[in-house]
């Protein structure tokens, strides 16, 4: 049983349009985690949400945003998608700081 | 700041042999936590393993097994009789705990592991 969702599987937009990808859980874990991961490299970690407080990394573009509208569900938004931005995304959950962090079978972004 | 070093981009292994997969770190904190994930090529993120900084015993969890060497930074990964569906790209992480909560991981570079009959 998926217990972190991730939908869709794959997602194709064009350059420059917004585009949403989504996340829910069912562990009720109370931090939620978006990673970007660009081809042949390590998971890069963009945000996360520790229940609803929103935490941005440094370097994460202005572009990238994130909703979480309840403890299950979380969401990425790509503002203005450029050639740059495909990659795959995946989003975690953990249920405290020291315990392991649980992935979705994460997001494939193409951008036209 | 936290670095995971990976030196092994690519492994190869006969079915049924055992195999190591070599992570270094260095970080200053005393407190650290050391994973490992499995990364089929469909992309998913599969939790493999996990070691406390404090932990007396090396971990292990069914196959997995983490040689854990504390004095020398090191926590790599042993996998026993290996399987063909054991052929992945491997990640060595490391947490770090966030002022916000949460915690993030520092990965690897990862290691792309092929099982051969």
């Known amino acids: 049983d998926a217990m972190v969702i991730q939908n869709p599987r794959y997602q194709v937009t064009q350059f420059g349009k917004p585009v949403t990808l989504s996340c829910s859980q069912t562990?009720?874990?109370?931090?939620m985690y978006w990673y970007q991961q660009k081809s042949s490299q390590a998971p890069k970690l963009l945000f996360h949400?520790?229940?609803?407080?929103?935490?941005n990394e440094a370097d994460t573009p202005d572009n990238f945003q994130s909703r979480r509208p309840n403890t299950s569900f979380c969401f990425l938004d790509i503002r203005s998608p450029g050639l740059g931005d495909a990659a795959m995304y995946l989003c975690?959950?953990?249920?405290?700081?020291?315990?392991?962090?649980?992935f979705g079978d994460g997001t494939r972004l193409s951008i036209l | 700041a936290q670095k995971i070093t990976q030196t092994q981009p690519g492994m190869f292994v006969q079915e049924k042999e055992a195999v190591t997969l070599d992570c270094t770190y260095d970080?200053?904190?005393?407190?650290?936590?050391l994973f490992w994930y499995k990364q089929p090529s469909s992309g998913e993120m599969i939790f493999l393993i996990y070691?406390?900084?404090?932990?007396?015993q090396n971990a292990t969890e069914g196959r997995y097994s983490l040689n854990f060497q504390k004095a020398r930074k090191s926590a790599n990964l042993v996998i026993s009789a290996s399987q063909l569906g054991d052929s992945a790209m491997y990640f060595c992480?490391?947490?770090?705990?966030?002022?916000?909560?949460?915690?993030?991981?520092?990965f690897g570079t990862g290691t792309q592991l092929k099982v051969e009959l």
């Open positions: 970080t200053s904190d005393p407190s650290y936590g």
């Open positions: 070691q406390g900084s404090y932990d007396q």
């Open positions: 949400y520790y229940d609803k407080d929103f935490n």
């Open positions: 975690a959950t953990s249920r405290a700081p020291d315990q392991p962090q649980h």
């Open positions: 992480a490391m947490r770090e705990d966030l002022t916000g909560g949460g915690n993030k991981l520092t």
């Open positions: 562990l009720n874990h109370n931090v």
